[in-house]
């Protein structure tokens, strides 16, 4: 994984900007410093001696205006002449038709200088000439002295006093400059490469680090790491860039949480969706199952009858009996699940009254003393003698009832059961307390379920349908209200609170 990693950075640095750009820097720097000086050796020399040549044309432009002028044989000289022929280190010297000489600059020796330039004139063996341009006044002619192994341009031309002037200038010079020149540019060239490969380097690592920020921010906004940020230092291109790349990263981050948010309600609406249907699968089973054993019942009872099993009219009442229990206790769940079904739709009106929550619960425990007795259950009705709630009495009884006919249905060992009213800061509380097993504590949660029986053999028998707390579920939530149920020592209690405001 490190030698990968290194070898990752290594193409990357391989790759990157900087280099790239330092490589074109240094190439365009020694590429124009090569193409100069093959420029040089290849075109100054020649570039010089034309300037050469213009000079020794200029030289002689001048000596014929000081002829014109009279001032070439006066005893001060031209002093014009001399920086000229100084200027352009040209020797020159005028003869007259008879080789005498005239005038002279450039050489204290006058032999000397004659005697060099009667052998350009008559070609001696120590020299050898080509004419490189001619005009009607002078030609130049290039010049090679193998005696001193030099290369001179030469000017030979009639003045307009009849008179000659030769004028002399060494080559050698000029090669020189050529040699000097290329070395020197050679010597900048290196020096320009070295310091266009640092100023380069430089500058563009000024420019490619944010480059590299920015590939740094976008690499962790693929993570979906939105806490990074680029830090602008200025207004430039890359600036923009980085601050669009902000924009864009506040953006994705609200998106992708906005998002989230969607697909969560969409898990949460699939999963209540699934929930709904197997409600409704689970409800239709139940339906289907509380319905099956009265209807068979009633379709059992009603075919002996009419084939008149037994002729006795005893046997005929107790089979119309059944029918009539079965058929009652049928009639009692469909009303039991058109009110669930219309509390939990909200279309069941809900009329908040203040009532006197003792009374209540008095006259409950009167519908209720028979059943009792029956079974030989205690009650026992425990708090104040009067206390008023805000609540629907008609859906507030029928709450009560279910807790008493459980509590009836169920009461075992001292078949007692207590009722009790406990004010509070803003509620009242009422449970009722029957002795007996307790529930199960898996199943604690799923009694206020349409349908659930912890003991369905027994719920059976009392003739139960596993409605009644799913409605004083519903009855509790149409008050805001909470109920709930606790496990005792010795028995259950059921409770409910009511608003006591006034």
């Known amino acids: 994984m490190r030698s990968a990693g290194r070898n990752r950075r290594f193409v990357q640095r391989k790759h990157s900007i900087t280099a790239k750009v330092t ?43 000081a002829v014109l002028d009279g001032t070439l044989y006066s005893e001060d000289g031209n002093v014009e002449l001399e920086k000229i022929g100084a200027k352009a280190n040209i020797t020159m010297v005028v003869l007259n038709p008879e080789s005498k000489l005239l005038y002279r600059q450039g050489s204290n020796d006058d032999d000397t200088v004659r005697q060099q330039f009667w052998e ?76 266009g490969a640092v100023v380069s380097f430089l500058v563009t690592r000024k420019i490619t680090n944010p480059i590299l920020q920015l590939a740094d921010l976008s690499r962790r906004m693929t993570n979906l790491d939105f806490d990074a940020k680029f830090q602008s230092r200025g207004k430039d291109e890359i600036d923009f860039l980085g601050e669009h790349m902000n924009e864009l990263s506040a953006t994705l981050e609200r998106t992708i949480s906005d998002l989230k948010s969607a697909n969560n309600e969409l898990l949460r609406d699939i999963e209540k969706k699934n929930q709904i249907d197997a409600m409704r699968k689970e409800f239709l089973s139940n339906v289907s199952h509380e319905l099956k054993t009265p209807l068979a019942l009633i379709q059992g009872y ?10 006795d009219a005893q046997s005929r009442e107790f089979y119309c009996e059944v029918i009539m229990d079965e058929a009652d206790k049928m009639n009692r769940m469909v009303k039991q699940l058109l009110t669930l079904n219309q509390l939990e739709s909200g279309s069941e009106m809900v009329t908040m009254e203040r009532f006197d929550l003792r009374e209540l619960i008095d006259g409950v425990a009167q519908s209720t003393a028979i059943l009792r007795e029956q079974n030989g259950i205690s009650l026992a009705i425990e708090g104040p003698e009067q206390i008023c709630v805000w609540a629907d009495e008609f859906k507030t009884e029928e709450v009560l009832t279910n807790y008493m006919s459980n509590a009836i249905h169920y009461a075992d060992g001292e078949k007692r059961i207590v009722i009790s009213v406990t004010p509070r800061e803003d509620v009242v509380r009422v449970s009722v307390f029957n002795t007996g097993p307790r529930i199960p504590e898996e199943d604690l949660e799923n009694i206020w379920t349409k349908f659930y029986k912890v003991d369905k053999a027994r719920t059976r028998e009392y003739g139960g349908s596993g409605i009644g707390l799913s409605i004083v579920k519903a009855i509790m939530d149409s008050f805001h209200r909470q109920c709930g149920v606790i496990n005792h020592g010795d028995g259950v209690e059921f409770w409910f609170e009511l608003d006591s405001r006034c």
């Open 302 to 311: 009603a075919e002996g009858l009419k084939e008149c099993v037994n002729d």
């Open 23 to 65: 490589v074109v820097i240094i190439s365009i720097v020694a590429g124009t410093v090569l193409l100069c000086w093959l420029l040089n050796t290849a075109l100054l020399e020649t570039y010089y001696a034309n300037y050469k040549q213009d000079g020794l044309g200029e030289a002689y432009v001048a000596v014929n205006n």
């Open 120 to 195: 350009i004139l008559f070609m001696t063996e120590s020299g050898s000439t080509e004419i490189i341009s001619q005009t009607g006044s002078y030609d130049i002619q290039k010049y090679w002295d193998s005696r001193l192994d030099t290369e001179y341009l030469i000017l030979r031309g009639n003045l307009i006093d009849g008179n000659q002037v030769f004028m002399r200038t060494a080559m050698a010079s000029i090669r020189e400059s050529v040699n000097i020149a290329n070395r020197f540019l050679a010597y900048l060239g290196i020096l320009g490469i070295v310091v």
